[in-house]
């Protein structure tokens, strides 16, 4: 079973619980409809990873959210994740009314940074990302249609939580896809601020390179395949708490 870290333990979350649909620029940016009620998927602990390998399935997006570490059914913590997406074919399959597990549920579709502790107010909690020093994702919980602890008692009505099972809680505007050496900086922000002057100011920051490579192979029916993947390096950088 893959593992996350939780104040600096290694903690392994039986599923990933997230919500479609959260922030309504990022609803408009793909040219879908606000749901009239909660969407919620679940991603497998089989998608958890330190390394990402894109398939050649489809395009792939990535997406940032403010996630959360369950115990006791509270949310006991928080950190940055990616929800990686093949958006063509969740496309093709949102068009025909299938399940989305193929674009969203795919080994390797979690990335997470470590997860600290968390008691203080959920509403001052706000997210950044950065590709290549550039700001590409922005928002906080004042933009949720739905709050996190509204998701996670939603979410409790149809899922049970063992603990340190993890809630991503949604996107904001700017998702897109990403290339060969881009550096990714992802930030939770709390109270508006990425410094640690005072015990309740919590940054996690984290450092993301992804490097591009094609790797050649043979299988039964082609004597040379090529497959290109993307060999993900992960390194924390700074957590301050």
């Known amino acids: ?10 903690v392994t979350p039986s599923k990933i619980v997230c919500i479609a649909r959260n922030y309504v620029e990022h609803i408009k940016e793909l040219k879908n409809e606000i749901p009239e009620n909660m969407s919620l998927f679940i991603k497998p602990n089989s998608s958890i990873s330190e390394e990402l390998r894109l398939p050649l399935l489809g395009k792939c997006h990535y997406e940032s959210e403010i996630t959360f570490v369950v115990k006791d059914n509270k949310l006991a913590g928080v950190g940055f994740g990616f929800d ?7 496309t093709q399959l949102k068009n025909k009314g299938l399940p989305w597990e193929k674009a969203k549920a795919f080994d390797g579709a979690a990335i997470f940074s470590d997860f600290v502790k968390f008691d203080g107010d959920i509403n001052g909690l706000g997210i950044e990302m950065y590709i290549n020093g550039n700001i590409r994702q922005k928002g906080d919980t004042s933009l949720m249609i739905y709050k996190p602890k509204t998701i996670l008692d939603e ?16 996107t904001p505007k700017g998702v897109g896809t990403f290339n060969k050496g881009d550096e990714f900086v992802g930030k939770i922000l709390y109270n508006n601020k990425d410094n640690n002057e005072t015990f309740s100011d919590r940054l996690i920051i984290f450092f993301l390179h992804f490097s591009f490579f094609i790797k050649s192979y043979k299988n039964n029916s082609n004597k040379r395949e090529i497959q290109e993947l993307y060999d993900f390096v992960f390194k924390q950088i700074e957590l301050s708490i």
């Open 84 to 90: 990686l997406t093949l958006r063509d074919i969740q």
């Open 1 to 10: 079973m893959n593992k996350v870290l939780f104040d600096g333990k290694e």
């Open 155 to 170: 979410s409790m009505k149809y899922f049970s939580f063992f603990d340190y099972d993890l809630l991503m809680t949604g």
